[in-house]
Structure formats: structure tokens, C-alpha cells
């Protein structure tokens, strides 16, 4: 309430978050998180396997290097910017959320900033030094010492970023005592964080043999021998990431539960759940059936393009399990604090006897009139719809009612349907927050809404919404 509002109506707020954090975690994940630890172990491997009168094995060494070259690059520039990018997009977006999450976890942020940095010199030095690496014996040593480094550096991000991501979903007891403690210690964490590990382990995996396919000579017996040791790697990760997820299912909150069929599908798609989730599982079947066949018979030719299935199948695993994350915590942003147009849950009955208007530091109306109506109606859409809907682009509130009132063409909306229906809309649609707003506000809201679907074009106002 105490922030302008960012609304992009064709694509909608939510959407622009989800590009952007799911391209990063898919990035940090796989390439980062998961990939280092597996670079560093193949350049162990090529250390091990020397001899006497080298310091490498130069087939493993070169492997290594070049995995890793694929994961510098990426995760420097794509990922990087992603990463970014989600902070800009959310404290655009959603500045209300992001700056209760920067209270609760201000120490929590600042120890993964400064690990974040270190990570960031790491991989500087562990990719630039590795030609240095080859000198010595004790060189080499110290290398793979440094790509450890880096993986424990990796992962110690992510573990932090995972309670903040599990506090949004359940808050446990901070609600009663807002202490960091048991905002960081909450139930979802431990069971995430024991899932997204060995998840991102698994997609390296998939990406590793992928690549290895590629950089080495079709049909080798090294070629048989180093996708043996990275399916060894899938195979040892796969129960651990069904094991984490099962966990990790148990610990959500039975009302969010109840969303995953929805946060699979979305509202249009529900008949897909069944669908996707077959897709789910039959990701994790490719991988061990991909992984078992080369690692259980390294010699049977396989074609390139069947190694890119475990790749494609853990990318939309992964995806998928964002999107769901995302979307099973609703009605609320930060679980039963603050409901997911950002407004804290405490402050409804405020809100009700007043009006959200009158609190809203930068809408141009304050109270609702016959002469401002449509403008209020306009505000009041801002401030409780915006941040899911849209007017006429991607999840539009005018098509939302059109299609729950099977309207036929030309047929116009009922202001006392749509009064009633939102005035109640929690019990309907248990995933949406409750109106937040009084009666002639809601009175407002629907004339507006009937104002878009007769006229086509919202009420412009460049103090409160950016189009």
C-alpha cells in the first residue's frame, strides 16, 4: 500500500517472476549447484588415473575443462543476469513481499551475499587457473581442492535461499513470535533442501552426459567409460531425489495441497493434471532407464539425440516443480502473513471498515463517488487484482467472468453476480485471498470490470500503474 504500482496487463506481473526465476533456477541448479561438484569429481578422476609419468590423464582433464567451460559461460552471463533479474522483477512487482523477506532474513541475505561473492571469485579462479593447474602435482591438488571450495560455496547459497522459498510457503511459529530463528528453521526447509540437493545432482547429471556425448569421440572405450561414471553419478542421485521429494510432499500444508492440481495445470488445464503428472514421473523413469542402460551396458550404441530425453525431461521436471511451488502457497505470498495481492492478512479488518482506498498512499482517490467510480474501480482493481490478473491479457479478469458464466457472444456481465461472487470468492476459489475492500468499493470494482469488457480499455492513470 505504501509503494506505486508496477502492472504489465498484456503478459501479467506473475508471468514476467516466472520467466525470469525459473530460467535461473534451472541454471543454478543444473549448472551451478549440481555441476560443479560433478566437474570437480571427473577432474579428481583425471588426476587419480595419471600414472606415474603424468600428472593427468589428459582425456579426463580435457573433459573436465570442457564441462566446465559450458557451465562458466552460462552461469556468468545467463544466470547472473537471471539473478538479478528476479530482485529487479520482485521488488518491482511485489515490493511489499520482498521488503518483509529483507526484514526476516536481513542476517540470513547479508551471510549469502558474502558467501555469493566468494562463490563468484571461486569459479573465476577455478576455471581461469586451470591451465596453471598441469605445472605440478601439487598444483593439481590444489586445484581440485579449489573446485570443492566452489561446490560447498554452491550449495551453501542455495541453502540459504531454500528458507527463505520455504518460509514464503509456511511460516511455522513466526507469525506468533517474528523471530529469525524460527523464520529460518521453518517446517518446509529441511525437507526442501534435502530434495533440491540431490534434484540438482540429477539434472547435472543429465546435462553431464549429454555434453560428454558430444566432447568425446563417438564409440571410445574413454567415451563408454567416463558416461559410465556419470551415470553411476544419476543412478546414486535418483533415490535420494525421490526420497527428498516424498519428504518434501509430506511437509506441505494440507490447504496446499489441495492447489497442486491447479498449480500443475492452471485453471484452463486441469483435465491435464493426471497428464503432467505422468510427465513427472516418466522424466524420472527416462533418466534411470538412460542411466541404467549406459552404465549397465556401456558398449550399446546409443543414438546423440536419445541423450538430450534426460536432459529435456529433468529441465521440465524442475520447471515444473517451480511452477507449482509458486503457485500452491496461494491465496497468500508469504504463508498466512501476507495474502498474494500483498496485503497483510492482520490488516483486513482495517481495510474492511475503511476501505482499501483510503490507506493507499499513492492512488489518486481516496474514497469511492459517483463522479470517480470507474477511476476507483480502476485503484481498487490495482491494488487487489493486479498482481495475478489482467484486464484483457494473459489470465484477464474479463475472461475469467465470461467463461465462469458461460457468457455467449455479446452477452454482458451481471453486476450482482459478480458482487455476490466476489464478495464470497475465498469459499469458491480457496486459493484467492478474500476481497480486502468495503461495499462501495466493491460496488467500484465491478463497474469497472464491466466498464473493460463494454469499452476494451482500462481507465490510464500514470501515477499508480505502469503498462
Known amino acids: 500500500m505504501d509503494f506505486p504500482i508496477f502492472h504489465l496487463d498484456f503478459m501479467g506481473d506473475r508471468l514476467l517472476i516466472a520467466i525470469i526465476a525459473v530460467l535461473h533456477v534451472l541454471i543454478n541448479h543444473g549448472l551451478a549447484v549440481g555441476f560443479i561438484p560433478l566437474v570437480t569429481w571427473i577432474e579428481y578422476l583425471g588426476f587419480k588415473k595419471g600414472g606415474k609419468n603424468a600428472i593427468v590423464n589428459n582425456e579426463w582433464d580435457q573433459l573436465a575443462h570442457r564441462l566446465m567451460t559450458v557451465a562458466f559461460i552460462i552461469t556468468t552471463t545467463i544466470g547472473a543476469m537471471t539473478g538479478v533479474g528476479i530482485w529487479f522483477a520482485s521488488s518491482l512487482v511485489n515490493p511489499a513481499s520482498i521488503g518483509s523477506l529483507i526484514r526476516v532474513f536481513y542476517g540470513a541475505w547479508f551471510v549469502e551475499w558474502t558467501v555469493f561473492v566468494t562463490e563468484v571469485v571461486l569459479i573465476l579462479l577455478y576455471y581461469l587457473s586451470w591451465k596453471r593447474s598441469l605445472v605440478s602435482i601439487e598444483a593439481k591438488a590444489k586445484h581440485i581442492k579449489l573446485g570443492a571450495a566452489l561446490s560447498i560455496f554452491s550449495w551453501i547459497t542455495m541453502s540459504i535461499i531454500v528458507s527463505i522459498l520455504g518460509f514464503m510457503m509456511d511460516t511455522g511459529s513466526w507469525v506468533e513470535n517474528k523471530t529469525f530463528i524460527a523464520g529460518f528453521t521453518n517446517p518446509i526447509y529441511i525437507p526442501q533442501l534435502a530434495f533440491r540437493t540431490p534434484l540438482a545432482a540429477l539434472m547435472a547429471g543429465a546435462i553431464g552426459l549429454f555434453l560428454t556425448k558430444l566432447f568425446t569421440k563417438n564409440g571410445s572405450s574413454f567415451q563408454q567409460d567416463s558416461s559410465k561414471k556419470i551415470a553411476l553419478w544419476m543412478l546414486l542421485m535418483l533415490p535420494f531425489t525421490l526420497a527428498g521429494a516424498l519428504a518434501y510432499y509430506f511437509k506441505i500444508p494440507e490447504l496446499m495441497i489441495g492447489n497442486l492440481p491447479v498449480a500443475v495445470g492452471t485453471m484452463d488445464f486441469q483435465s491435464w493434471y493426471d497428464l503432467l503428472v505422468k510427465f513427472i514421473i516418466g522424466a524420472l523413469t527416462t533418466v534411470l532407464l538412460i542411466a541404467g542402460t549406459v552404465y549397465f551396458k556401456p558398449k550399446l550404441k546409443i543414438p546423440t539425440i536419445v541423450y538430450i530425453l534426460p536432459v529435456i525431461g529433468m529441465l521440465g521436471f524442475a520447471g515444473i516443480f ?55 474501480g480502476e485503484q481498487v482493481f490495482m491494488l487487489s487484482c493486479s498482481r495475478c490478473h489482467t484486464t484483457h491479457g494473459i489470465n484477464s479478469v474479463v475472461d475469467k467472468f465470461e467463461n465462469m458464466y458461460s457468457l455467449k457472444a455479446g452477452e454482458k456481465l451481471n453486476g450482482d453476480l459478480m458482487k455476490n461472487y466476489i464478495k464470497h470468492i475465498e ?10 475492500g468495503n461495499e462501495a468499493e466493491l460496488d467500484a470494482l465491478v463497474e469497472y470490470i464491466k466498464h473493460l469488457q463494454e469499452d476494451g480499455t482500462p481507465i490510464d492513470n500514470p501515477v499508480t500503474s505502469m503498462r
Open 322 to 376: 517451480e511452477r507449482i511451488r509458486e503457485f500452491i502457497r496461494k491465496p497468500y505470498v508469504i504463508g498466512n502473513y501476507m495474502y498474494s495481492n500483498t496485503l497483510r492478512k492482520e490488516d483486513y479488518p482495517l481495510f474492511k471498515r475503511d476501505g482499501v482506498l483510503a490507506h493507499a498512499t499513492y492512488s489518486p482517490v481516496k474514497e469511492v463517488t459517483e463522479d470517480n467510480k470507474l477511476l476507483a
Open 427 to 436: 469459499n469458491a476459489r480457496y486459493f484467492m485471498p478474500p476481497f480486502p
